[in-house]
């Protein structure tokens, strides 16, 4: 079992970072919080499948939309007016008409964090979200998801990403507990 007697309090707001070895149980822990995978036994509670938006470790970019289609895929019509706002936050603004085979890495990753933070959400869950992500915009878009208006769960192995966390759970496993 890769979870087992696991128990997480999740706050109101601010990022929470979760590390640990490969391997422990934190991606499974985000695909169950997600609605991705169901658990065995056990409940989960106060947060549903639909008040969730996940990051995965993989882009999922669609290569024949530009980065504002991609944007606008997931957002309803009367939001495609906040399309500048999430391109700038995740620093991609002037890149609204490529193309993902046209971006690089690091891009690629930014527009795939920027379409899961258009998605309305209760708790984001971010899976490496700055991995391929140069290390000083990596800070800067941490500095501004701080401000986000719900919860967010990230995994990192960055110490300089965990430091900017406001909580950072050490974990192990499987299966998977909080040692710190």
Known sequence: ??????????????????QGPSGCGKTTLMRLLSGLEHPQAGTLTDIT?????????????????TVSQQLTDV?????????????????LSGEEH???????????????LGRCLALEAKLYLLDEPFAGVDLPRALRVMERLRTWGAPIL????EPE????????????????????
Do not use: C
Not at 1 to 18: K, R
């Open 1 to 18: 079992m890769v979870l087992e007697d696991f128990s997480l309090t999740i706050p109101d707001h601010g990022i929470i970072a979760l």
């Open 154 to 157: 990230l995994v990192s192995h």
């Open 161 to 180: 990403i965990l430091a900017k966390a406001d909580v950072v759970l050490q974990l192990d496993g499987p299966p998977l507990h909080i040692i710190s």
């Open 75 to 91: 957002l309803p019509r009367s939001r495609w007016g906040e399309v500048p706002k999430l391109l700038e936050l995740v620093e």
């Open 49 to 65: 499948s639909r008040q969730t938006a996940l990051l995965f470790q993989d882009n999922r970019l669609l290569p024949w939309r």
């Open 98 to 112: 490529a193309y993902p085979a046209h971006l690089s890495g690091g891009m690629r990753r930014r527009l795939a």
